[in-house]
């Protein structure tokens, strides 16, 4: 099939922006590259010579001269976010000479990654961070945005070697998948500060429905969870290192002092001073 060449002349590097089912071009490619958000609908995507399924939430990676075309599935609509930067953004801002190799050699096959993946689940958000920026431009918005794009790839980069290590769950079902993503990504992220509600929405479910799933696939409550891995941290921390409780306290996520001594008690036996003391 017969490629169209379409030249870009970027006026902001990295620059994003929305396109809808009627704007997608024919097979073609770009002197520039792209990642590709689906926000709705889904499809084939005819990257090369190949076929490859498409659907909403899914993040799809073309490096320059990437020949692709989108064949949206009827009557649904597709609208898309679309990233655009140049070679010259990488050259100037990625100081990290693995990372651009890497973008670069991605297999065909790993160009088409779901959003709801352990590892991704944060991509959608700073899309919309993103959005916000372009749309108001305050001070500072380009490294900004330049900022949030590295972070994007970096996670692309983090997701693609480290997929062959993720543990693979007995799930019934595609919803049930979005709550075990959900679930790693609680085990990678304990230390920050995770709310039922942002977990929910992750996992694109009500908080009754993520909560019903949730505790049949952990057998505890959300909270609960949580807690029993934060704790488990922080018995390393205080087992292998020499930190001050308050700052493994800290460092695995809990916000007050006096909260961390009664989960620690109540899920060891023991206070956390006497554990460190008797290891």
Not at 58 to 63: E, K, T, Y
Not at 120 to 126: K, Q
Not at 237 to 255: A, H, M, Q, R, Y
């Amino acid at each position: 099939m017969k490629s169209v060449f379409i030249e870009k002349k970027l006026k902001y590097d990295p620059y994003i922006f929305q396109a809808k089912q009627k704007n997608l071009p024919e097979y073609h490619y770009h002197n520039i590259n792209q990642i590709l958000f689906i926000l709705k609908g889904k499809g084939k995507l005819q990257l090369h010579n190949e076929y490859y399924p498409i659907k909403s939430f899914d993040l799809i990676i073309l490096n320059k001269g990437d020949r692709h075309k989108f064949y949206p599935e009827l009557p649904e609509k597709m609208i898309l976010y679309i990233i655009e930067y140049s070679d010259t953004f990488l050259n100037t801002h990625c100081q990290n000479k693995n990372l651009k190799q890497f973008m670069k050699s991605i297999n065909n096959s790993d160009k088409i990654i779901s959003t709801n993946n352990a590892g991704l689940l944060t991509i959608p958000m700073i899309i919309k961070n993103m959005l916000f920026e372009i749309q108001h431009r305050d001070t500072a918005y380009d490294s900004i945005l330049s900022i949030k794009l590295l972070e994007i790839l970096t996670l692309i980069q983090r997701y693609i070697l480290n997929n062959g290590n993720l543990k693979k769950a007995p799930l019934k079902n595609a919803t049930e998948e979005r709550v075990w993503q959900v679930i790693k990504y609680i085990e990678n992220h304990y230390y920050e500060k995770l709310t039922l509600s942002e977990s929910a929405k992750m996992a694109a479910l009500s908080q009754r429905q993520f909560i019903r799933i949730f505790q049949n696939l952990t057998g505890v409550n959300f909270k609960n969870y949580i807690n029993s891995i934060r704790i488990e941290k922080a018995k390393l921390l205080l087992k292998t290192t020499d930190k001050e409780i308050i700052s493994v306290c800290f460092e695995v996520g809990f916000d007050d002092l006096s909260y961390f001594y009664k989960v620690f008690k109540r899920n060891t036996n023991i206070t956390p001073k006497a554990f460190k003391k008797d290891t």
